[in-house]
């Protein structure tokens, strides 16, 4: 069974400019969730959706957002990249509200 | 603030000691989920218990759950040098979503 996985794995940006990451769940998963993990503020929670309903969200202001398509997959998108956005974005997905499995991140580094 | 409060934050052993990592967090939860993270890379999914159950086991690995006090303690078993990474608390305080609360983690080192 195929785990969770998010591309790309790393990325580059300039100040200003806007990414979008794709995290597609393990098949069957319908709950993704993503979080930003970074030096100074560790693990946060920015969202969650569940049949490509926005389910949760974490205080994250509103440059950061994300959707889920049928099939599950889900993107986030941060428009107007800042320095401190650089970080590892890490997507899990779960069936429900049990078990969540993390893929491998992608590390964001904006410059 | 954080929910999730691991103790120690750094903790280092010689292999086939046994390691204790605990987590204390804030308010009432579904779940607890325990995670072990190598240098940055993505998190790996250990146990999860919930709030019903008091002690949950997994090769080498043990979790309890105090609802009362409000905490959790990781125990690994006679530790090998793969055991070294960061290990998390994650508290899933919803009842309708996954929508996690992480601690800052502890740093296990095994030394060979």
């Known amino acids: 069974k195929a785990g969770v996985t998010q591309t790309p794995r790393y990325l580059i940006k300039t100040r200003g400019q806007q990414v979008t990451l794709s995290c597609s769940p393990i098949?069957?998963?319908?709950?993704v969730s993503w979080y930003q993990q970074t030096p100074g503020q560790g693990l946060q929670f920015l969202f969650e959706y569940f049949s490509e309903t926005q389910r949760n969200k974490g205080n994250f202001p509103g440059r950061f957002s994300g959707r889920q398509f049928s099939n599950s997959r889900s993107e986030m998108n941060v428009s107007t990249l800042e320095l401190g956005d650089s970080a590892l974005y890490l997507c899990?997905?779960?069936?429900?509200?049990?078990?969540?499995?993390f893929g491998q991140g992608t590390r964001l580094t904006v410059v | 603030s954080q929910q999730g409060e691991e103790d120690p934050q750094a903790l280092s052993i010689q292999e086939g000691e046994n390691a204790t990592m605990n987590c204390s967090y804030k308010t009432s939860i579904n779940n607890l989920q325990w995670y072990r993270q190598n240098s940055g890379r993505g998190l790996v999914h250990l146990i999860l218990?919930?709030?019903?159950?008091r002690e949950k086991h997994s090769g080498r690995l043990r979790v309890t759950l105090d609802t009362s006090k409000k905490s959790s303690s990781l125990l690994i078993t006679a530790s090998r040098a793969a055991d070294t990474a960061s290990y998390f608390c994650a508290v899933n305080r919803d009842n309708y979503g996954q929508n996690f609360v992480f601690g800052p983690g502890t740093r296990l080192s095994v030394l060979p």
């Open positions: 098949s069957g998963h319908r709950s």
């Open positions: 899990a997905s779960s069936l429900n509200t049990g078990e969540a499995f």
């Open positions: 218990i919930r709030s019903n159950e």
